[in-house]
């Protein structure tokens, strides 16, 4: 790859400055892509655009950018996406530093900020060595979340189309599933969970293998039909909204069941009824066990160290199933009557068993 460093002014950056959704953000005389489809969303948050702007108008430097160069003798930004933006936001007139904007400050003060020259590397090369570019040099304040990288690995029309659904604060998927969902979308959050759970498969290598399967497809419409599917029966299944639900691998769920037919007024009975068991410690886990019927995702209260030591004198160190005596550290709880028989985890509902037999009872 080829690199030369190149001085420019603001004044040439932000001329002919466009962001919006159908040309993009375009700056530099229209010459220069800002957000090629592998960038991020613009993230910066008030503080750090006005930590942009007190940079320069004090002339110190800022950091130097990186832009490469295309095949036509445009540029597209590896590196300062989040500086160049704040910079045109503020030239623009769409924010103010220290209650001045822009049109505000004195023409001296004005030309002195439009005058101000930034420091960049022109880099030429292949489309696999800028994306190399830019998954090493490109973390510019904020470190690039998982699936911001992968975005960058395997952009095109697929992942640009998946990002109009799930990749914006005020997004579609914002819009019908946020009750739901957790994480940010700007991060990319949203659109990592519903890759996961489309494919199968969170992890870093299942999410890749089926970006890598969609990428030169034409639009993300399998994607956002999908989730409005998981939403729709979520909201089916579930109708009583609760906190509790918010992030949960919804997506896995209607995998398994979506085929199931279920009573929703009979499931927000048991759901009501678990919500008011202070045995059940992980409410959110409910949803879970009511579909899967697994206790594990309840977490059920744990008998305290004195229950354990009054049941163990109560029973001499015996264990109740094989007869033997044994240390009380060589013992485990168990429930007499088991908890989803009604029993409490209480001192009355106590007994000690070997390890040996209470994993045999568990492993029942």
């Known amino acids: 790859m080829k690199i030369e460093l190149k001085e420019i002014t603001i004044r040439d950056l932000t001329n002919g400055y466009v962001d ?10 229209g010459k220069l892509d ?3 489809p592998y960038q991020r969303e613009f993230i910066y948050k008030d503080k750090q655009r006005e930590a942009v702007i007190d940079t320069i108008t004090k002339d110190f430097p800022l950091n130097v ?3 490469a160069v295309r095949e036509d003798g445009n540029f597209e930004v590896i590196d300062g996406q989040q500086r160049t933006i704040s910079i045109s936001q503020f030239v623009e007139g769409d924010f103010a530093y220290k209650s001045r904007y822009f049109h505000n400050l004195q023409k001296d003060e004005q030309e002195l900020i439009l005058n101000y020259k930034l420091m960049v590397y022109l880099c030429s090369g292949e489309d696999s060595e800028k994306l190399e570019w830019f998954k090493t040099i490109n973390i510019a304040g904020e470190r690039l ?8 690995v395997y952009s095109g029309s697929w992942v640009s189309d998946a990002k109009r659904y799930f990749s914006k604060n005020s997004c579609a998927a914002y819009g019908l599933g946020g009750d739901y969902m957790s994480g940010v979308a700007i991060r990319q959050d949203y659109l990592e969970t519903v890759i996961g759970w489309i494919s199968g498969d969170n992890s870093d290598d299942g999410i890749k293998n089926y970006m890598a399967k969609q990428q030169h497809e034409p639009n993300a419409n399998d994607l956002w039909l999908y989730f409005q599917s998981v939403i729709s029966w979520v909201k089916a299944v579930f109708p009583k909204y609760r906190k509790e639900m918010k992030g949960i691998q919804w997506g896995f769920l209607y995998n398994q069941f979506k085929d199931q037919k279920f009573d929703h007024k009979k499931i927000e009975e048991e759901i009501s009824k678990l919500m008011q068991d202070e045995d059940v410690t992980n409410k959110k ?3 879970e066990y009511v579909l899967t019927r697994k206790e594990k995702f309840l977490n059920i209260r744990t008998f305290t160290d004195n229950q354990k030591r009054e049941a163990y004198e109560r029973q001499k160190g015996i ?4 007869g ?14 088991p908890w ?3 029993g409490q985890t209480s001192a009355e509902n106590c007994q000690m068993l070997c390890k040996d037999d209470n994993r045999r009872k568990s492993g029942k």
């Open 319 to 322: 264990c109740v199933k094989c």
């Open 34 to 36: 800002i957000r090629p």
């Open 145 to 152: 979340t998982d699936q911001e990288l992968r975005n960058a």
């Open 324 to 337: 033997e005596k044994f240390e009380l550290n060589e013992m485990e709880a168990d429930h007499i009557t």
């Open 20 to 29: 919006n959704q159908e040309n993009g953000v375009i700056g530099y005389g």
């Open 65 to 67: 950018m990186y832009w």
């Open 340 to 342: 989803h028989l009604g």
């Open 285 to 287: 886990g409910i949803y």
